[in-house]
């Protein structure tokens, strides 16, 4: 596996009206892993943060980027996609919305995210811990934070 990339990223975590957290469960096109995390991406041209949340949320989800509120805590990464190592910090934000699991909608993704999301699921955060393929692990702590 080729050297460590830093890819500036923000992520959301959404919190429904029930305290559970939206998961976005991706399976990997190279090796067939799976990872549940929190909707986000990488930074585009020219954004910052906070406007990539915006904007990955509603690519993502569909969900309302209104909700996103303007405070963020930095999470340390380090995963593997595609065969390629991604380390470094990442800013996750929190929306909160008023109603028990919101419906998603794929609109916004691109043809290889449509093929590479395997669905979602709003987890209850006392069972974050047993969730294989949690990333990043810590995330309750993360949600704790915010």
């Known amino acids: 596996m080729e050297d460590a990339t830093h890819r500036p990223a923000a992520r959301v975590v959404c919190l429904d009206a029930d305290g559970r957290v939206l998961l976005m469960h991706w399976r990997d096109p190279l090796d067939g892993h799976d990872v549940w995390e929190p909707p986000g991406g990488g930074l585009d041209p020219g954004e910052d943060h906070l406007q990539a949340a915006l904007r990955e949320l509603a690519e993502e989800t569909g969900l309302d980027p209104?909700?996103?509120?303007?405070?963020?805590?930095?999470?340390?990464?380090?995963?593997?996609?595609?065969g390629r190592r991604?380390?470094?910090?990442?800013?996750?934000?929190?929306?909160?919305?008023?109603?028990?699991?919101?419906?998603?909608?794929?609109?916004g993704l691109l043809?290889?995210?449509?093929?590479?999301?395997?669905?979602?699921?709003?987890?209850?955060?006392?069972?974050?811990?047993?969730?294989?393929?949690?990333?990043?692990?810590?995330?309750?702590?993360?949600?704790?934070?915010?």
């Open 66 to 82: 209104a909700a996103v509120r303007d405070r963020s805590v930095v999470v340390d990464r380090d995963f593997v996609w595609k």
């Open 86 to 107: 991604f380390t470094g910090p990442e800013r996750f934000f929190l929306a909160r919305f008023e109603t028990a699991r919101p419906a998603l909608g794929r609109d």
């Open 111 to 146: 043809p290889d995210e449509r093929e590479q999301l395997a669905g979602h699921a709003w987890v209850a955060v006392g069972d974050l811990a047993g969730l294989a393929g949690l990333d990043p692990p810590g995330l309750a702590e993360i949600i704790r934070r915010l």
